[in-house]
């Protein structure tokens, strides 16, 4: 399923859904200039998570060199699909979402998402020593914001190999569930599965930043429900 875009229009210019698709493809193109050195910078920069679960190699890199990776991995991307893909999906999603929380909270949720993502994506996979690049763990977090702030949004979408019609409209419930039951079969395979000497999708980064996304944006859902209704009125207790 592919979106192509939702009925809610941001009342905001989203200048930090804006300016993380900027800063993404500014990264993208380095990574083009980089040549034969691009592998080292993605060695470096990915999150490989056997530097985080092996005592000896982990002891090969210093503090700054182990927290860099869980922020730089996230502007990283494989290829030209790769990237076009991830930053179509957050401009359609990012900017209610931006809308919701507003502009620095949104840039933190981001960042944190993201690292969250990768957290899970280590967890899952202890002792792999593929590199892993991508914003797919933090935009799955604002996929899981979406999915909580905005379930009865319509999503227009196309359904390959059908890329030239018809569209679908669904509500954002529809789609976003059915796209993370989809991550989290694949990530259940992907557990039993014989582990690959190539990369993959990062499964349970997607499941890990969606989850993260949905529980904290229902935690603002309910806040906000109380401060609303009871925080002029005096308290029983």
Same mark, same amino acid.
């Given at each position: 399923? $592919? ?19 900027? $800063?993404?493809? &500014?990264?993208? &193109?380095?990574?083009?200039?980089? %040549?034969?050195? &691009?592998?080292?910078?993605? @060695? ?7 530097? =985080?679960?092996? /005592? ?26 790769? &990237?076009? %893909?991830?930053? !179509?999906?957050? !401009? ?17 949720? =981001? $960042?944190?998402? %993201? ?5 899970? #994506?280590?967890?899952?996979? @202890? ?6 690049? %991508? ?14 702030? =905005?379930? #009865? ?14 569209l679908f409209v669904v509500p954002a419930v529809v789609f976003l569930g059915w796209w993370f039951i989809l991550q989290f079969f694949n990530g259940t395979l992907s557990l039993v599965a014989v582990p690959s000497s190539v990369g993959g999708i990062a499964w349970w980064a997607h499941i890990g930043g969606f989850v993260f996304g949905a ?10 429900? =109380?401060?609303?209704?009871? /925080?002029? /009125?005096?308290?029983? !207790?």
């Amino acid at each position: 399923m $592919l979106p192509i875009r939702d009925d809610i229009p941001s009342r905001r210019f989203p200048i930090i859904t804006t300016g993380i698709i900027a $800063l993404n493809i &500014l990264v993208f &193109l380095w990574e083009l200039s980089l %040549g034969t050195k &691009l592998q080292d910078a993605i @060695l470096m920069l990915g999150i490989i998570p056997v530097r =985080y679960t092996d /005592e000896q190699v982990a002891a090969l890199f210093g503090w700054r060199e182990q927290i860099t990776p869980f922020f730089s991995s996230m502007f990283l991307h494989g290829g030209w699909t790769h &990237l076009l %893909g991830n930053m !179509w999906t957050l !401009w359609i999603f990012g900017d209610n979402v931006e809308d919701r929380l507003g502009h620095a909270r949104y840039l933190v949720f =981001y $960042l944190v998402g %993201g690292v969250v993502a990768a957290l899970l #994506h280590i967890f899952t996979n @202890l002792g792999s020593t593929i590199p892993t690049i %991508g914003a797919s763990g933090a935009i799955a977090a604002v996929m899981g914001a979406y999915f909580r702030l =905005y379930p #009865h949004a319509r999503i227009e979408m196309i359904v390959p190999p059908f890329i030239f019609g018809p569209l679908f409209v669904v509500p954002a419930v529809v789609f976003l569930g059915w796209w993370f039951i989809l991550q989290f079969f694949n990530g259940t395979l992907s557990l039993v599965a014989v582990p690959s000497s190539v990369g993959g999708i990062a499964w349970w980064a997607h499941i890990g930043g969606f989850v993260f996304g949905a529980m904290l944006c229902s935690i603002v859902k309910v806040k906000r429900f =109380y401060r609303r209704h009871y /925080e002029d /009125e005096d308290m029983p !207790w």
